[in-house]
């Protein structure tokens, strides 16, 4: 039940891009997007929601196919501060499921 | 600036011995969730608040005891830690439940890390 990310961790120079899957086995309502650093709690980046109306994070694209149960988070022209492990969330009527993450780190 | 706020930051307990950790919100949100986060996972939702309604996650050990006295505290009692308790436990709110249009987002807290010795 829990949404599949891929891939799994990736490694970026400062100003490459990046794209990173979220795969869902159920219906999706809408998915949220989270980014956190280690140590530190989630930060809200975006929620795609059905009909393609988009909230969040100016400078982060996704997209979202509600056929395919899946949702993509693009990241371009990386920053250092891009750094850190991202969840895809799938919202259920009253809470949301978390994916297995995706751990991305930049360097200079 | 409205915020989530946990206490403490760090909590370090004896096994079986009872801890309570605490959440506060100065956003008056309705839903109030409690996460358990170990090195390298997911957040695992515990439990969570809609107002004064509590539900419980079907996989939630029964160690695990959560009070709402009002919108703005929360908190998670957990009433004999074991070695296997420890993690970081972040506490959420978002304004309304997702519900089908999923459009509301959560505020994490800072998070309380805590040791079972």
């Known amino acids: 039940q829990q949404p599949v990310q891929s891939p799994q961790a990736v490694i970026l120079r400062e100003g490459e891009d990046a794209v990173i899957n979220c795969s869902s086995s159920?219906?999706?309502?809408?998915v949220h997007w989270y980014r956190q650093k280690h140590g530190e709690a989630p930060v809200f980046l975006m929620i795609?929601?059905?009909?393609?109306e988009q909230k969040g994070h100016e400078k982060i694209s996704a997209s979202f196919n509600e056929k395919k149960q899946q949702s993509s988070l693009y990241l371009t022209a990386s920053q250092l501060s891009y750094s850190g492990t991202y969840f895809c969330?799938?919202?259920?009527?009253?809470?949301?499921?978390f994916g297995t993450g995706t751990r991305l780190q930049v360097f200079p | 600036d409205a915020m989530v706020i946990q206490n403490p930051r760090y909590q370090v307990t004896q096994f079986g011995k009872p801890v309570t950790l605490s959440c506060s919100q100065t956003?008056?949100?309705?839903?109030m969730y409690w996460y358990q986060q170990k090195s390298s996972q997911a957040p695992k939702l515990l439990f969570h608040?809609?107002?004064?309604?509590?539900?419980n996650e079907a996989d939630t050990p029964d160690n695990f005891q959560s009070r709402r006295p009002n919108t703005s505290f929360c908190f998670l009692d957990i009433r004999s830690p074991g070695l296997g308790d420890a993690a970081m436990y972040l506490c959420?709110?978002?304004?309304?439940?997702?519900?089908?249009?999923?459009?509301?987002?959560?505020?994490f807290g800072p998070g309380t890390r805590l040791t079972v010795t």
């Open positions: 608040y809609y107002d004064k309604d509590f539900n």
């Open positions: 159920k219906a999706l309502y809408s």
């Open positions: 795609l929601l059905k009909g393609g």
């Open positions: 969330g799938t919202a259920r009527t009253d809470k949301l499921i």
């Open positions: 956003l008056n949100h309705n839903v």
């Open positions: 959420a709110t978002s304004r309304d439940p997702p519900g089908e249009t999923g459009s509301y987002e959560q505020y």
